[in-house]
């Protein structure tokens, strides 16, 4: 997996809409990272739901958030418009980003791991943990209380 002080590895991947998203975009901004393992799943809409009722607060502090499943366009697609996400969300069904973060589960879903990553892209923290709560919380620490 990577860890606290790596560089976040750049990827290409499509997202809900299919369009390809590259995370090289993200360079000058703070990112929340999310992986869940399945769109739509209780844990995954609670995680999902926390970050877009603060979202307008990681705006105003320049923080993207991106959502990253290895479920398809389609499934993305549904899933953001059924809760109104207004972030991106990958469609990793080739698996190639959860696999490059080390967050592939042995189900070949996603796990639910959190990275944050300053704006030159590095990663200054890691949540690894099954706890939604506790990636909202971290998140909001590292981003939103400053």
Same mark, same amino acid.
């Given at each position: 997996? %990577?860890?606290?002080?790596?560089?976040?590895?750049?990827?290409?991947? &499509?997202?809900?809409?299919? +369009?390809?998203?590259?995370?090289?975009?993200?360079? $000058?901004?703070?990112? #929340?990272?999310?992986?869940? &393992? *399945?769109?739509?799943? &209780?844990?995954?809409?609670?995680?999902?739901?926390?970050?877009?009722? =603060?979202?307008?607060?990681? @705006?105003? *502090?320049? #923080? *993207? =958030?991106? $959502?990253?499943?290895?479920?398809?366009?389609? /499934? @993305?697609?549904?899933?953001?418009?059924?809760?109104?996400? &207004?972030?991106?969300?990958?469609?990793?069904?080739?698996?190639? %980003? /959860?696999?490059?973060?080390? #967050?592939? $589960?042995?189900?070949?879903? +996603?796990?639910?791991?959190?990275?944050?990553? !300053?704006?030159?892209?590095? #990663?200054?923290?890691?949540? !690894?943990?099954?706890?939604? !709560?506790?990636?909202?919380?971290? /998140?909001?620490?590292?981003?939103? +209380?400053?």
């Amino acid at each position: 997996m %990577v860890a606290i002080g790596e560089k976040a590895p750049e990827f290409e991947a &499509p997202d809900h809409t299919g +369009a390809t998203f590259r995370s090289s975009a993200l360079r $000058g901004s703070s990112v #929340v990272m999310y992986f869940y &393992p *399945k769109a739509d799943t &209780p844990g995954c809409t609670t995680e999902s739901k926390g970050f877009r009722d =603060v979202y307008a607060e990681y @705006q105003a *502090k320049n #923080v *993207k =958030v991106i $959502g990253v499943s290895t479920d398809d366009c389609d /499934a @993305q697609r549904a899933f953001r418009t059924k809760y109104g996400f &207004p972030f991106p969300l990958i469609a990793d069904s080739a698996k190639k %980003v /959860a696999t490059l973060y080390g #967050v592939l $589960g042995p189900h070949g879903n +996603a796990r639910r791991v959190t990275f944050l990553i !300053d704006p030159s892209g590095k #990663v200054v923290d890691v949540i !690894d943990s099954s706890s939604v !709560d506790l990636h909202l919380t971290r /998140a909001r620490a590292a981003f939103l +209380a400053k």
